[in-house]
């Protein structure tokens, strides 16, 4: 997703949640937080333009701490996190 996608106002670009991501079985942790760390980029972008995009950083935030805590506690995919952040 790039930043062009959040030009629609206050609109969820493509309808996707952060929590979407994180409860979708068809990616890989790993895979999980790259796409959340990228829409947190694309996010911190937007709002330093002016744009609202419409998702809160806290929101997903809680979604890359929910991938985290899954893996920790044995569930879901079983991906290294090494060298994510």
């Known amino acids: 997703m790039d930043s062009d996608s959040l030009n ?10 952060p929590m979407d991501i994180a409860h979708n079985d ?11 760390n990228q829409l947190k980029a694309d996010i ?3 709002q330093q333009e ?8 806290e929101e997903i935030d809680r979604a890359i701490a929910e991938v985290r805590q899954d893996i ?14």
């Open 50 to 57: 002016g744009r609202e995009p419409g998702i809160a950083l």
């Open 8 to 17: 629609e106002g206050t609109a969820r670009p493509d309808g996707v949640r």
């Open 26 to 36: 068809l990616f890989t942790a790993k895979e999980k937080i790259e796409l959340l």
């Open 72 to 85: 920790e506690g044995g569930h879901g995919p079983e991906t290294p996190l090494r060298g994510d952040s």
């Open 44 to 46: 911190t972008v937007a």
